[in-house]
């Protein structure tokens, strides 16, 4: 089921269930684009159609924030869980680990993508990572990009090049790789590579991680305060739809 919030359009699943459909999705021939909304993509999508347009056409799109399960209470169309990217990822390399199933890592910062695909190689022992390339390019390296990933065939596509970027990136090429599924990661290459650590557990059972990460680094204030913004935009919608 889907759950409209604010004109993008999000699955209600658990996390269970997503990862599931991911490994489900690698053993199809068709291509799937998988999209991690959090509020910040929300309210862009509120100011670009064409954002809004791609991620109402992903075959998954889950609900990345806890702001979009608490919009989705206000909304009265409750979502049932929080689904993380970073740890629909976790998941899904523990279920392809030791199988044939592979994975391309593109994107973030010059070493970023190497250096997590090494960690990740290490804590899911048997993850078949074949491909990598950081997140700068020119349209030559691009189509360079291309064709490596096109000669590999990665069964995974991971791409970090932030919101909106990689999910038009996504949008724009997916039709022209040899891909099964391609995800869009946003900064998660940081977070496996050990640059940005990730909040305690009970921050993240609390569903207040974003709070950590702002006293970790303080200079997040102004992306933060697109959080109560958001929530307000829903409290008035809900209101004056």
């Known amino acids: 089921m889907k759950v409209d919030i604010l004109g993008v359009k999000i699955d209600d699943l658990t996390m269970n269930k997503a990862v599931k459909k991911v490994t489900q999705y690698t053993m199809s021939e068709k291509k799937y684009k ?21 991620l109402n056409e992903g075959d998954l799109v889950i609900p990345d924030g806890i702001g979009i399960v608490i919009a989705s209470k206000i909304m009265k169309k409750s979502i049932t869980e929080r689904v993380a990217g970073y740890d629909l990822l976790q998941n899904v390399f523990n279920e392809i680990k030791g199988t044939d199933k592979t994975v391309y890592f593109f994107g973030a910062a010059k070493g970023v993508a190497l250096q997590a695909a090494e960690k990740m190689k290490e804590v899911h022992e048997g993850l078949n990572i074949i491909g990598i390339h950081d997140g700068y ?25 932030g919101a909106p970027k990689q999910e038009k990136w996504i949008n724009q090429n997916i039709d022209n790789l040899n891909v099964k599924v391609a995800i869009g990661v946003g900064g998660s290459f940081d977070g496996m590579a050990g640059i940005v650590k990730r909040a305690p557990k009970i921050y993240q059972k609390l569903g207040i991680e974003w709070f950590y990460r702002l006293i970790k680094q303080p200079t997040r204030i102004k992306r933060m305060i697109k959080l109560p913004m958001f929530l307000i935009k829903v409290i008035i919608y809900r209101k004056h739809p």
């Open 137 to 161: 390019f020119d349209e030559e390296e691009e189509k360079r990009i291309i064709e490596e990933i096109n000669s590999l065939k990665p069964d995974i596509l991971l791409v970090g090049l």
């Open 34 to 54: 998988i999209y991690t909304p959090n509020p910040e993509f929300v309210m862009t999508a509120n100011e670009d159609e064409e954002f809004r347009s791609i």
